[in-house]
């Protein structure tokens, strides 16, 4: 057995709740359905993607359950728990993933859009952990999703998206500090550009790809498993918590 096949092996039985899994959330789903571990897809209005999910681990011999949850609600969240928990009494990885991107003019902006930003990014990865965390052992782990923002470039016309994913990444260091007690690591990982979002014109989104520092030709299937390989890594980690790990191809340079 070689080491990365040892490492990965320790994942098999092990049971992942994954929110918002429409689109990226797919390809993390597999990638460690591939490896032996049950999923839970939460989905808040994308019930069709999150039945592929199940459609896709199924397919690959193992267990999966869709739910119902508006992350952004600790009562929706809690109700779908108690339902997931009778199936799976225990929950071993966390990926918050629940997601909302708009751009907004800075003079627009209004309660609406702050409201979404950090119920979506802020309460929709709190919520989660603090209901979750109760029934995960000790060497579980929690993976928030902030932005590459966080240490890299800030672009107009986001700034509610913006400010609540660097919430996330401070979010990230204090959960870690409140569960290291429990023997649970909490880390983050932020994006750059993986994926266009819909309706996203190709040509704006080619010229985002080639404005990163790094001249490389890095397409956005392989973005995407790059961002599953790294959930794959922070699903095992035993040495890092609190951090925020960068996907930005350079960014922060």
């Known amino acids: 057995m070689t080491l990365a096949e040892s490492q990965l092996a320790r994942l098999r039985g092990q049971v992942a709740w994954i929110t918002g899994g429409k689109r990226i959330g797919r390809v993390v789903a597999r990638a460690l359905a591939e490896q032996g571990v049950s999923i839970v897809a939460s989905y808040r209005r ?10 896709d681990c199924e397919a690959l011999g193992g267990s999966a359950l869709a739910v119902q949850a508006d992350v952004a609600s600790r009562a929706s969240f809690e109700r779908a728990a108690a339902q997931v928990l009778k199936r799976f009494p225990e929950i071993h990885i966390l990926v918050n993933m629940a997601s909302v991107y708009r751009l907004v003019a800075v003079d627009e902006v209004r309660e609406p859009d702050w409201e979404e930003n950090l119920g979506a ?64 690591f909490v880390n983050a990982i932020a994006p750059g550009p993986i994926l266009p979002p819909e309706d996203f014109p190709a040509e704006t989104w080619q010229k985002i790809r080639a404005s990163a520092p790094v001249a490389y030709p890095l397409s956005d299937e392989e973005a995407v498993a790059q961002f599953a390989f790294l959930v794959l890594y922070l699903s095992i980690t035993t040495t890092a918590t609190g951090h925020t790990f960068p996907l930005d191809v350079g960014e922060n340079l």
């Open 46 to 55: 994308s019930a069709d993607e999150a039945v592929a999910i199940v459609r």
């Open 121 to 184: 990014h802020v309460l929709g990865s709190f919520w989660p952990a603090q209901i979750l965390v109760p029934c995960m052992p000790a060497g579980s782990h929690v993976i928030n999703v902030a932005d590459a923002c966080v240490s890299g470039r800030v672009r107009k016309r986001a700034l509610p998206y913006q400010v609540s994913k660097a919430a996330v990444a401070a979010l990230t260091r204090a959960m870690a500090v409140e569960y290291a007690g429990r023997g649970i």
